[in-house]
């Protein structure tokens, strides 16, 4: 059974860098669609970033559009989220997730997602 673990998770100052990666253990997803969601305490998880299997095709929240990056390296089965110019309002627990399917197939719901990392927190201060 294939698992999405997540790293890079940690507290950093408003402004600062932060880069997280999502790597499938059990076999390779090299043809899905994945991403990363977030979630925030009492509130519903929301998407951030997506992007096809080919790294082709990006959809971006508009709240992280020009600070967050998300890309991918099939041959290291991995996929990143590279953080920029953070703010507090980004503390949420970070979420990958994978998919059979196109890129934007979950920018507006998540019940398209078949595979849920465990989750990283990110927080930052201000």
């Known amino acids: 059974q294939v698992q999405l673990v997540e790293s890079g998770g940690g507290l950093v100052q408003a402004g600062d860098s932060l880069k997280l990666s999502c790597a499938p253990s059990g076999r390779t997803l090299s043809s899905y669609s994945m991403g990363w969601f977030r979630q925030a305490p009492g509130k519903e998880r929301e998407f951030v970033a997506v992007?096809?299997?080919?790294?082709?095709?990006?959809y971006y929240a508009d709240s992280v559009k020009g600070r967050f990056t998300i890309t991918r390296e099939n041959a290291k089965n991995t996929v990143y989220l590279q953080m920029d110019s953070m703010k507090p309002e980004d503390t949420e627990v970070y979420y990958c997730a994978a998919w059979a399917g196109g890129a934007s197939t979950v920018v507006i719901g998540t019940s398209r997602v078949e595979i849920w990392g465990k989750g990283t927190m990110v927080t930052v201060s201000a």
């Open positions: 992007i096809n299997w080919s790294g082709g095709t990006l």
